[in-house]
């Protein structure tokens, strides 16, 4: 009883304090006000106080969940301006693993001077593609290496079936697998509203965008003043170009890889942090 009376008189200070400055407020809604004000300190007051907040709530950021999805090996595949290059170098450093471009797997035979390498080094300064019995190797090569043994981002290769074919058989035998296949899709539109809207300079090579990088004065290079071009790699035409021949180069890779379940299908038309995001859940599911 004692304490059922004592509650009943802090009650009633309590809705003094309260009701005071505002008597109307509280003649009107009694009802709330009182199931607030018994409800409150009960629930939300105590544990406030009682956890000391350690850290911040960890929050699962990539790097963390990422490390646990290792060994990784990613093959990435987007056209042209789909932005791989930037979810390239962020899935690269977030797991930690190499960036496998047949670019740099060549420049890296090449350094390494290895026999490999020796064969790639004329056919590049020649401008010549250089086929398939000397890349294979270069990649079964790569995929030794110690700094690719916890997962690997392709990017560019393979680019055909018997690259893919290939690339499966060397994981095979090193005892790894294909993890996913990404797969940036950008429609062609979007892609073309993007390249034909780049105006660079062709003094000093400044790039602008006309809707996402403007420069100050319309048509002007901010740096050195010269009146912007648009470079023919930007021109409609040829990036449509180059868009039908990403298209029919990676059609038969989708269609192999898709029945496999590998595909991870990625909206690009987004930020780039946006499409991180996505690629990353990809990796996960
Ligand atoms: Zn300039």
């Known amino acids: 009883m004692a304490r059922a009376t004592a509650a009943a008189q802090k009650k009633k200070k309590a809705s003094k304090k309260r009701a005071a400055p505002k008597k109307g407020a509280a003649q009107k809604k009694p009802g709330l006000r009182k199931l607030k004000r ?13 956890i000391p907040d350690p850290k911040p709530t960890p929050r699962p950021t990539p790097d963390m969940s990422g490390r646990s999805l290792l060994p990784l090996n990613i093959l990435l595949i987007g056209p042209p301006g789909a932005g791989k290059g930037t979810q390239a170098e962020k899935i690269s450093s977030t797991f930690n693993i190499p960036h496998l471009s047949t670019g740099n797997l060549f420049r890296a035979a090449i350094k390494a001077g290895t026999e490999l390498g020796k064969k790639v080094e004329p056919l590049l300064a020649a401008g010549k593609l250089v086929p398939d019995d000397v890349t294979i190797p270069i990649v079964d090569e790569r995929l030794s290496q110690p700094d690719a043994t916890q997962g690997v981002l392709f990017d560019g290769y393979p680019r055909t079936i018997p690259q893919a074919e290939a690339l499966e058989r060397t994981f095979e035998r090193l005892g790894r697998k294909l993890n996913r296949v990404v797969l940036i899709e950008v429609p062609d539109s979007a892609i073309v509203a993007r390249m034909s809207g780049r105006r660079s300079c062709p003094k000093d090579g400044s790039v602008y965008h006309v809707v996402a990088n403007p420069p100050r004065e319309p048509g002007k290079c901010d740096k050195c003043g010269t009146d912007l071009v648009t ?55």
């Open 38 to 50: 018994v409800k409150k300190p009960a629930l939300a007051a105590k544990p406030a106080k009682g």
């Open 231 to 285: 470079r023919p790699d930007d021109q409609p035409e040829t990036v449509q170009g180059r868009l039908n021949t990403y298209t029919a180069q990676t059609a038969p890779l989708i269609a192999y890889y898709e029945p496999k379940g590998l595909l991870a299908r990625v909206d690009g038309v987004r930020t780039p942090d946006q499409v991180f995001e996505s690629i990353h859940s990809g990796l996960r599911r």
